[in-house]
């Protein structure tokens, strides 16, 4: 599952596997129009944008965002027969995929409060559990996950930072993980070699920006 994982930029991700999804496309490089679901956290512009979801969408592309960002999707030229939306603890089965919402917010900044009811999601795709965490911070709905691979931010500012995920992913222990949301908008390298340092032996890490 691991070389199905890609990481285009920052938090955009693409798996190819039974489906192709893309979570939070951003700056995508080509127009594939490949993707059989696309799946938004929340509606920032570095998770959220138009211009990228369009190079990934084909005609029959569905979308899955959080409840309080329907209308933002509907605006944007999403039909809504093709939209799928999910809150905290929900769950939906969607081609084959089985999704759960995940709760994403901060505790110590103002950028994503938690009463937006944005999200991250565990994807289970075949026996795999995948964890999308989404711009968050430390938050015990998220270290209680059980999943194999997780996909954490760990460039600070917005999100968590090196240490603080490292905790949280200490704190789940997923199999492997897979650090995001740096390198980029913010945070740099140096980040990972922050990150892994202080990860608990026995749990892997997959380097996909570097």
Not at 134 to 162: F, H, K, S, W
Not at 185 to 195: K, T
Request: net charge negative; hydrophobic share 40%; with cysteine.
């Amino acid at each position: 599952m691991l070389d199905n994982i890609s990481i285009n930029e920052h938090s955009s991700i693409r798996i190819d596997d039974k489906v192709i999804a893309y979570i939070d496309p951003f700056r995508l490089k080509e127009a594939k129009h490949d993707a059989d679901l696309i799946l938004f956290t929340h509606p920032h512009f570095d998770h959220f944008s138009p211009e990228d979801f369009r190079k990934a969408a084909k005609a029959d592309t569905l979308y899955v965002c959080p409840l309080s960002m329907r209308e933002k999707a509907l605006e944007a030229g999403i039909a809504p027969d093709m939209l799928r939306t999910l809150e905290a603890e929900e769950n939906l089965g969607i081609l084959g995929i089985e999704i759960e919402g995940v709760p994403a917010y901060n505790t110590n900044k103002p950028n994503h409060p938690k009463e937006n009811g944005w999200l991250g999601y565990v994807l289970e795709i075949g026996p795999q559990q995948i964890y999308v965490a989404g711009d968050t911070d430390r938050i015990p709905e998220g270290e209680a996950v059980q999943c194999d691979i997780a996909l954490v931010p760990i460039g600070g500012t917005y999100t968590m930072n090196a240490r603080e995920a490292a905790a949280f992913v200490n704190a789940m222990r997923p199999h492997t993980v897979i650090p995001t949301h740096y390198a980029s908008i913010v945070g740099s390298p140096d980040d990972a070699r922050e990150f892994v340092k202080h990860l608990d032996r026995g749990i892997e890490v997959c380097l996909k920006i570097e």
